[in-house]
């Protein structure tokens, strides 16, 4: 089980967003520093979310957490809904590697520029697809690397040239 908790949630995100690109991340080829679209990306978030956050990392997560009463929330602010599933199992990993410390959260994603909130919680069958997901990342990383499948979002992402140029 301690396997998958080494893991990182951008990688369940990648999982869902192309298998190339987890892989690639994964193998520390790390070209996201440089993509215009995370910096915007940092700047919503830090816009929408100045007071009230912590910003917390445990092992391989990294998360916004903020504290409701007894509970925990953990906070992700995503730019737009067309990755919603990858905005899902991103979160749900969250929830997951803080239940297996013993840590009980829920989770709030929120899209700010359709003004939409979902509230996530793990439920059976989500833990399931979940574990199903985490050993097939698991897996990926271990072999070799996916060869580049263009897509729509291909040109939006900072791998690009790495994977089509010349
Ligand atoms: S450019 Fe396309 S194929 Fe290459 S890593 Fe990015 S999304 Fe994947």
Not at 38 to 60: S, T
Request: contains cysteine; glycine residues 6%.
């Amino acid at each position: 089980m301690i396997d998958e908790m080494y893991i990182r949630g951008v990688e369940v995100n990648y999982y869902f967003v192309c298998k190339t690109k987890l892989w690639l991340f994964s193998h520390n080829v790390s070209l996201e520093k440089e993509s215009d679209l995370v910096k915007l990306g940092k700047l919503v978030h830090k816009e929408f979310y100045r007071k009230d956050r912590k910003d917390v990392r445990i092992g391989p997560i990294a998360i916004d957490v903020v504290r409701k009463g007894n509970e925990l929330e953990i906070q992700e602010v995503k730019k737009a809904k067309s990755m919603e599933k990858a905005d899902l199992f991103q979160m749900l990993y969250y929830l997951f590697y803080l239940s297996n410390l013993g840590i009980p959260a829920r989770g709030r994603i929120t899209y700010p520029k359709s003004r939409e909130v979902v509230n996530v919680e793990l439920d059976e069958k989500r833990l399931r697809d979940l574990e199903e997901i985490l050993r097939e990342i698991d897996g990926l990383k271990r072999g070799k690397m996916p060869k580049p499948v263009r897509k729509k979002h291909c040109r939006k992402c900072a791998y690009f040239e790495f994977c089509f140029a010349g």
